[in-house]
């Protein structure tokens, strides 16, 4: 519940506090004085959208303050807690900020917060209607709507089952479209991977080979020049032709250190190194040898390396930069393979899955529509019944809740995607379900039930429109409902039918009611009057409590249209006597 509303700057609002507690409270003024500003002020609260024109003329910002309590309503304090805010005595303040750039700032409890989050943890709180409310219960969606959340768990739980269920078809039906589609596609990808996979295979590469290949191709083709070089090098070590060799050279090199050896212990290990040396020349000279008589002219093997780097060359040139690379390529390719080749079990998978989904929607459809009958019928009574109490007497509210058959298709096993086969019949359905409700109202004994936007006047909406809130008030309880002028095109004794309704409602809510009729304000338990004024530049209003006394004199001139009438006061304080006496 709202304890204190406080408004800084918003539209002709200079500054005001509104004083709100439990129970019926009322707004009224003259035309252009700023009633619609308490209305704009809680939609600012409420998370609404900003409007820079709403700040004040000259002012830099608009600023609108709540006082909150928070023991009525279920998970609250928790939501402001979890914002970062504090709750303190079970008050908590929401305050939102405009300025004149645009701007907008949001606080919960004394947090800053983003807006989308002040409207998370102020939706609970209140239900505002407005004249366009009026023209929102003419849609299809806003009555079926209204239907389903006065049914209750009875319509919540299978609608929620409903809800996953029909997503997941969606999904389902939506991925078998694209394989279905594109499965030709696959097929060519398939062919293509599949040759290079067996043209690869074909040659069978090994990791690395090509490079081994290229060494050895080197070598056998420079055989004779490999080999000439090595037996000259061999030579130079160790020469079979008595020639000067480096094996002659060390040795001699070695026995000149050795023979001043006593004579100088440094000489002798320079003749020990040499030594080293002269046994290095040796074993290296075997080898080069070893080398040399190892290179053979092979054409035949030659021209096998010739031919395999050539396959393996053909490879690289289509699957990649070296034969690792096509292995790599290979390997990805098997895996898609496998996946392509799939095709037909993902179509057959996905088409049990969809057949298996669309049994189990219907089912649950079926369960739905049945529970939506049931509460259309319990719903239409309880809001004629309102709806005499709100001088239609002899209106007759019905809700249809009906659904539209589709022909049967071709083949079953492949239906449309907006058509489901519920019991025998092949019905459209969509996210909510298969049903199409209407409200229908018959508003005089014996005429036609028409719908809302055929058979109902502005007035009659009104009423039709509260009607239903307050039938709903039990189902979906709200702490706090704003009504902006709902009874526009209402007079006379359905307008104070419209004031004892709202004063009904009112003990179960805080009922906050913008009017211009003197019959609904004079139920109010609180009047709250917007009186305007101006210094010649800038006009200014203020919102003020009124007395017994100053709720006469509003009342009268709302009657009169001017203040100071004998006959409309008189009227006003029977207004007041008959509300007070209901």
């Known amino acids: 519940m709202i304890e204190e509303l406080r408004i800084t700057s918003l539209g002709v609002i200079d500054s005001s506090t509104l004083e709100l507690g439990p129970g019926f409270t009322v707004v009224t003024g003259e035309t252009g004085a700023g009633k619609t500003m308490v209305v704009t002020a809680l939609g600012l609260l409420l998370g609404g959208r900003a409007d820079s024109g709403a700040v004040r003329v000259g002012a830099r910002q608009a600023r609108v303050e709540g006082v909150v309590r928070t023991d009525g309503v279920d998970g609250l304090a928790a939501a402001v807690e979890e914002a970062g805010g504090e709750v303190e005595d079970d008050l908590v303040v929401l305050a939102r900020n405009v300025s004149a750039e645009g701007r907008s700032r949001a606080y919960v409890g004394g947090a800053g917060v983003p807006v989308a989050t002040l409207a998370e943890v102020a939706e609970p709180l209140v239900a505002v209607h407005g004249q366009s409310d009026q023209h929102r219960l003419l849609k299809a969606t806003t009555q079926r709507a209204a239907l389903d959340v006065f049914a209750g ?42 040759f290079g996979v067996d043209e690869i295979a074909a040659v069978a590469p090994q990791p690395g080979e090509d490079l081994e290949l290229a060494a050895e191709e080197a070598r056998l083709g420079h055989a004779d020049t490999l080999r000439t070089a090595a037996e000259q090098a061999r030579e130079a070590l160790s020469s079979d032709q008595g020639s000067p060799d480096a094996l002659a050279a060390a040795a001699a090199a070695r026995g000149q250190l050795d023979s001043v050896r006593d004579h100088d212990p440094d000489a002798g290990e320079l003749a020990d190194r040499v030594a080293e040396v002269t046994y290095l020349l040796s074993d290296l000279a075997a080898d080069v040898a070893s080398y040399a008589s190892g290179i053979d002219t092979d054409p ?39 996946d392509l080749d799939a095709t037909d079990e993902t179509i057959d998978r996905l088409t049990a899955e969809r057949t298996a989904l669309r049994a189990e929607l219907a089912e649950v459809a079926a369960m739905l529509s049945g529970a939506r009958h049931e509460a259309a019928e319990r719903l239409a009574a309880a809001v004629s019944d309102e709806l005499t109490l709100l001088a239609m007497p002899d209106a007759t509210m019905t809700i249809s809740v009906r659904t539209r058959e589709v022909e049967p298709p071709g083949d079953p096993a492949h239906p449309p995607a907006d058509a489901l086969l519920v019991g025998d019949r092949w019905l459209r359905f969509h996210s909510h379900g298969t049903d199409e409700v209407e409200l229908l109202l ?5 005429s036609e039930a028409r719908p809302l936007y055929k058979g109902a006047s502005g007035g009659e909406l009104s009423r039709v429109m509260l009607a239903v809130e307050v039938c709903l008030a039990d189902t ?50 609180r009047h709250v009057v917007v009186e305007k004024s101006s210094d010649g530049t800038v006009t200014s209003s203020g919102l003020t409590t009124l007395d017994d006394t100053g709720r006469e004199q509003e009342l009268s001139r709302m009657l009169a249209g001017m203040a100071g009438s004998d006959s409309a006061l008189a009227h006003a304080r029977e207004l007041l006597q008959m509300a007070r006496s209901d």
Do not use: C, M
Request: net charge neutral; charged share 25%.
């Open 153 to 194: 768990a009875a319509v919540a739980g299978p609608l929620q089952r409903y809800g996953e269920l029909h997503e997941r078809l969606v999904a389902t039906e939506r991925e078998l479209v694209e394989v279905v589609a594109t499965a030709r596609e696959r097929a060519r990808e398939a062919d293509l991977l599949r």
């Open 300 to 338: 035949a093997r030659l021209a096998g390396v010739s031919e395999r780097r050539a396959a393996l060359v053909a490879l690289t040139r289509k699957y990649g930069d070296s034969v690792d690379a096509v292995l790599a390529w290979a390997e990805q390719a098997s895996k898609r393979l496998l």
């Open 442 to 446: 018959a508003a005089n004994t014996g």
């Open 476 to 525: 979906h309880p709200v702490p706090t409902f704003v009504f902006d002028e709902v009874d526009a095109g209402v007079g006379g004794a359905a307008a104070v039918e419209i004031g004892r309704r709202l004063a009904a409602l009112a003990q179960h809510a805080q009922v906050l009611v913008v009017t211009h009729l003197p019959q609904v304000a004079a139920f109010a338990d």
